[in-house]
């Protein structure tokens, strides 16, 4: 396989005069596109989702003020993906998820893409914690779903996000008794099994996995494939069939800019483009 460093070089040094958001957006743009080289190359089928794709849509590249990127994949490419991204191990990117990363504190989504060179803080971050908290790219599960949103499966649904919550508390707090008596693993094993028992045969539904903390939205799967291209930030990626109907199943009127007060980053807090630079 080529040298992904080679395909992608890592320009963040010829950036310094840009602002610290679009620094950021441009190294999440270099890790997307190895994401779509690799996804390409294997055949893994994916999708922009979310914030990405409504910029794709609307800005022909990033919302102005996005810090981050969003990316979609059936259940069975997800974890195809995994596999072959944990064995290339591209120089600079670390795949995190609870089991590469022990101490990962996020329960929004199941996998982040890490840059090793910067450092990204959110809210709640804090600089000394010892999990990856570089520049980031999440990659959602979607799995095939039930028709009709039922109490059982909110209920479901309600017991993962509360799980995850917990596991959370325990790596803030380890030494609670509360920590002390729920088992990490088994708190997991129960997660996972829930997860696993959200997927139906049903092929004509597609949601997001029970694994991350998105609100559900159903899609029609026929809505969303056959996949087809769309430009983002001049290059070429993937998004469902018919992006108007994703959108607005998620966003109603999608094409209305929010107000000017909201029209901010959601996640940054403070950022180190480039550590090796770091004084």
């Given at each position: 396989?080529?040298?992904?460093?080679?395909?992608?070089?890592?320009?963040?040094?010829?950036?310094?005069?840009?602002?610290?958001?679009?620094?950021?957006?441009?190294?999440?743009?270099?890790?997307l596109r190895i994401v779509d080289y690799i996804c390409k190359k294997h055949q893994i089928p994916y999708w922009l989702e979310g914030g990405t794709l409504l910029g794709a849509v609307r800005h022909n590249g990033f919302i102005p003020w996005d810090d981050d990127i969003d990316i979609g994949m059936l259940r069975e490419d997800y974890e195809k993906f995994r596999k072959i991204f944990t064995k290339i191990n591209p120089q600079g990117i670390a795949l995190q998820t609870h089991?590469?990363?022990?101490?990962?504190?996020?329960?929004?989504?199941?996998?982040?893409?890490?840059?090793?060179?910067?450092?990204?803080?959110?809210?709640?971050?804090?600089?000394?914690?010892?999990?990856?908290?570089?520049?980031?790219?999440?990659?959602?599960?979607?799995?095939?779903?039930?028709?009709?949103?039922?109490?059982?499966?909110?209920?479901?649904?309600?017991?993962?996000?509360?799980?995850?919550?917990?596991?959370?508390?325990?790596?803030?707090?380890?030494?609670?008794?509360?920590?002390?008596?729920?088992?990490?693993?088994?708190?997991?094993?129960?997660?996972?099994?829930?997860?696993?028992?959200?997927?139906?045969?049903?092929?004509?539904i597609i949601d997001y996995g029970y694994d991350s903390a998105i609100d559900h939205k159903r899609f029609k799967k026929d809505e969303f494939f056959p996949l087809r291209e769309i430009l983002f930030e001049g290059y070429s990626f993937f998004s469902p069939k018919n992006t108007d109907y994703y959108l607005t199943v998620k966003y109603g009127d999608y094409m209305t800019l929010p107000p000017i007060e909201e029209q901010k980053p959601g996640h940054l807090n403070s950022v180190v483009v480039n550590k090796k630079t770091r004084n």
């Open positions: 396989m080529e040298d992904i460093n080679i395909l992608f070089p890592d320009d963040r040094h010829k950036n310094y005069h840009l602002s610290d958001l679009r620094q950021v957006q441009l190294i999440m743009l270099r890790m089991d590469t990363d022990p101490n990962y504190l996020n329960v929004f989504a199941p996998i982040k893409l890490r840059d090793t060179n910067s450092i990204f803080l959110e809210k709640n971050d804090q600089l000394f914690q010892s999990y990856y908290n570089g520049i980031y790219i999440d990659i959602f599960a979607f799995d095939y779903n039930f028709p009709n949103d039922t109490f059982k499966q909110r209920l479901k649904w309600k017991a993962c996000k509360r799980i995850r919550k917990i596991l959370k508390y325990k790596l803030q707090h380890p030494k609670k008794i509360i920590s002390c008596l729920l088992p990490h693993k088994t708190l997991w094993s129960l997660h996972n099994r829930l997860v696993d028992k959200s997927i139906t045969t049903n092929k004509s």
